[in-house]
């Protein structure tokens, strides 16, 4: 099991969950990452990043997220962090 998931499972179980993470290449043709996790709030998303040694260098809170089923009709998801 990857320690990010690990920690989040054990330290953090009613407090966050992984989404998902994309991998995007920057200006300078560096790869980074955007990771998207459900959470209470942006402190707890910060916590784990700092338990696992993984940069949290910009946290943004998502209000409301729809997915292609929402697009084309279905139930509408939501997403908070």
């Known amino acids: 099991m990857p320690r990010s998931k690990e920690v989040g499972d054990t330290e953090f179980p009613d407090n966050l969950a992984w989404i998902r993470t994309y ?21 707890t998303v910060r916590d784990h990043a700092e338990r696992v040694g993984m940069p949290a260098d910009e946290v943004t809170e998502i209000a409301d997220h729809r997915d292609r089923q929402a697009r084309s009709g279905g139930s509408a998801g939501s997403l908070t962090t």
């Open 23 to 43: 991998v995007v290449k920057d200006e300078d043709g560096t790869l980074g990452s955007v990771c998207i996790y459900q959470a209470t709030d942006i402190e």
